[in-house]
């Protein structure tokens, strides 16, 4: 595991959804999708494995779409939030790919479900059998640009709650007669989850003297939401031909906004570091 010095926040508001993506550098478009325009961002060079980060799919949990794009622009050194340096080896390391804001009429409405009524994150379905089945062209658009990347690992981002910090939902992730086609891959996420993610993201943020004791951000392994975004992302492969590894994080969203997008920063940097050492080493335990 590693301990890391949290990276600093930034203060932000809600801007409407096209001032919002007009926000972002080194943008690409990517569709248009209920009158809105929808953008990747991407840092490095594409032959190199694509680490996926997807942001509001859940359009009331807006805070996500901000701290996304701010890691990127750290990772391109447009901003400094603080460990530069490490920024700077991963952005050579691998190919970033930010789908920015998959949920824009959510995001304008504020609601969780896009503007069919549809919680995109029980649309998708990588084993045809449970929920809906990509019936939005929002799940669409996510589904065909993660099999067009293949990355090695896929990040859901979300908010959640006030109150909802502290419990622990990587518990469920092995029911084997709900999952059984990616049964066999979970052992090595067992590793990662705890070592990486648990132990990693409560010794980096504890010591933010800001942070309350309890660790306020939910972390959950890829294979525990029928239909999720999570769950597609792990069902697939890697470019490498490795399983393609899947995590969803959500922040408790009573912290000031200062400290949710620290906390967004300092977990997406702890994965940045975490797929590093995994990918030149395949270690599945941080040693640095
Ligand atoms: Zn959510």
Redesign the pocket.
Known sequence: MIKITPLKGFEYEKLDYNSYTATLKNKKYQSTVHGYDIYSQEVGDSKRPTIFIQSG??GD?WQNLYFCREFFHALMGEADYGHSEKFARLAEKFHWYHLAGINPTGYTNHT?NNINNVDL?RDYDPWLGFGQHFTQAETQLSRDLYIQHKPIIGIDC???DPGASGVDLGGYAHVDSYYPNIYKKPRQYDVMYWDMLQDSVRLSLKQNDGFPPEMQVILVVGQNVNSSARAFFASQTSSANTPSMSYTF?IDDGHTLYNISSIGLTLLLIIGLYMENWWENRTLKLTQ
């Open positions: 799919i859940h949990e969780r994150n979300h908010t959640w959500e």
